[in-house]
């Protein structure tokens, strides 16, 4: 039976998670819901089913494979990467693993809340200042490494695409001065599946009803 991956019909938190469950070959489907213009952003498709699925905690993105129902996109992604042993191996690799999965949420966090600000235009300009200095940070911890927790891929990985990604799509420049992480980049998309024809990849269609995440 196949895990049925939940989540709008957009990027935003399900893009590692994808990216992972095809790069596994994991036998999944998706459940997509889709979100209102504005101004109302009605969510009623997802809010009508949000507390019949049996989730402890209701949310999207939501994975169900059997008897097993999750939600937080991180406790998804370690869930599919512990089935491929996925978390790192040696004790430091572990480290760096837990370091980076917490890293790229903040950043990740830090970036929505100026893509959704109604400020967005105002905050804009002081967050393209703070990019050359998270990118410095991404680029220092990879070092020479091929992948971020050593010598095999791990799930941080699809976490840390997907924000270079972003932060790519928000400014196309921020990784010219980070040879290391444009080599990152070459190699993860080599490696991994990424569908630059689907909407939910799409540049455009980053953002659905809002903006970038």
């Known amino acids: 039976m196949p895990m049925i991956l939940g989540y709008w019909d957009i990027r935003g938190l399900a893009h590692a998670i994808r990216l992972l469950l095809e790069y596994t070959d994991s036998n999944y489907e998706e459940k997509k819901y889709t979100m209102g213009d504005a101004p109302d952003y009605d969510r009623s498709q997802w809010l009508n089913e949000k507390f019949k699925l ?25 869930y599919i ?47 393209l200042k703070e990019i050359p200095e998270k990118m410095k940070q991404f680029s220092e911890f990879l070092g020479k490494r091929p992948w971020f927790a050593g010598d095999k891929l791990t799930f941080v990985d699809f976490l840390a ?39 939910w990849f799409l540049g455009a269609a980053v953002s659905g009803s809002l903006f970038l995440v």
């Open 54 to 78: 049996g989730l402890d905690f209701p949310n999207l993105p939501y994975l169900i494979d059997g008897a097993h129902k999750l939600t937080q996109s991180n406790a998804i992604l370690r």
């Open 161 to 199: 695409y997907d924000v270079l990604d972003r932060h790519r799509i928000f400014e196309p420049t921020c990784l010219d001065e980070f040879p290391n992480l444009k080599d990152f980049i070459t190699r993860f998309e080599r490696l991994c599946w990424v569908p630059s024809q689907s909407v």
């Open 81 to 127: 990467a512990r089935k491929h042993n996925m978390c790192g191996e040696t004790e430091e690799e572990k480290i760096r693993v837990d370091i980076l999965e917490n890293q790229t949420m903040d950043v990740r966090l830090h970036m929505a809340r100026i893509c959704y600000s109604p400020d967005f235009e105002k905050l804009k300009p002081g967050y």
